[in-house]
């Protein structure tokens, strides 16, 4: 079984609808993490979560709200879906840092690519 | 903030020949990661090598290895013997300290054919 999933791996939806992208990860990590991919643009992070109760902004979090449910899931909501944000969406585990300069991978799920009429 | 560069959007090789994909970035962070990801057609991201800034050796996993220049600010992977399933993007990325944030690059698309 995969160790970072994603619901749903593909959706079309309408402007205006609100839609709810899901991520669920069994490596028992704190830190999780939401990006979206664009082409040419590499992947951009949209919000990161340290814990349950810490939600951070990342670089383009405008348009986009998470909720942190429980240590092994993280949602990503569209309230009001709008065409520029058709693109692919990842979500990525990590570990704590354990001590100074320890090197914490980033482990990302499938990915689920959004459409948006 | 930090910025990461990969200037060749398409890259291809032949079977088995060695290929080199560049990638700058600028900070002003003295100690960070670097990473290189290849995403192929199946878009899962996968991890295929690191280096940490502290470390002035190379780092090398098996066929990838990275040409790391601190005071340039460039990070390279060299892909030796490459082979069809090497074919995929590929993506250079940079962590700051934290861990709290992966700013990639643009891409590089790489082709590698029979």
């Known amino acids: 079984d995969a160790d970072v999933t994603q619901t749903p791996r593909n959706r079309i939806t309408k402007t205006g609808k609100r839609i709810m992208l899901e991520c669920s990860q069994t490596?028992?990590?704190?830190?999780m993490y939401w990006y979206r991919q664009d082409p040419g643009l590499g992947l951009r992070l949209i919000y990161y979560s340290f814990d349950v109760k810490d939600i951070n902004k990342g670089e383009i979090s405008d348009g986009y709200s998470v909720s942190r449910q429980a240590q092994a899931k993280f949602s990503l909501s569209l309230e009001s879906a709008i065409p520029n944000q058709t693109a692919l969406y990842f979500c990525a585990t990590s570990d704590l840092e354990t001590r100074q300069g320890t090197y914490n991978e980033q482990f990302f799920g499938p990915g689920t690519r959004l459409t948006v009429l | 903030a930090q910025t990461v560069t990969q200037s060749q959007p398409e890259m291809s090789v032949q079977e088995a020949e060695t290929v080199t994909l560049s990638c700058t970035y600028d900070?002003?962070?003295?100690?960070?990661?670097l990473f290189w990801y290849k995403q192929p057609p199946s878009r899962q991201m996968i991890l295929v090598i690191r280096?940490?800034?502290?470390?002035?050796q190379n780092a090398t996993e098996n066929r990838f290895s990275v040409n790391f220049q601190k005071a340039a600010k460039s990070f390279s992977l060299k892909i030796s013997d490459s082979q069809l399933g090497d074919t995929a993007m590929y993506f250079c990325?940079?962590?700051?300290?934290?861990?709290?944030?992966?700013?990639f690059g643009g891409g590089t698309r790489l082709m590698v054919k029979p």
């Open positions: 990325a940079f962590m700051n300290i934290a861990g709290n944030m992966l700013t």
């Open positions: 490596k028992g990590h704190d830190r």
């Open positions: 900070t002003s962070e003295n100690n960070y990661y």
């Open positions: 280096q940490e800034a502290y470390k002035q």
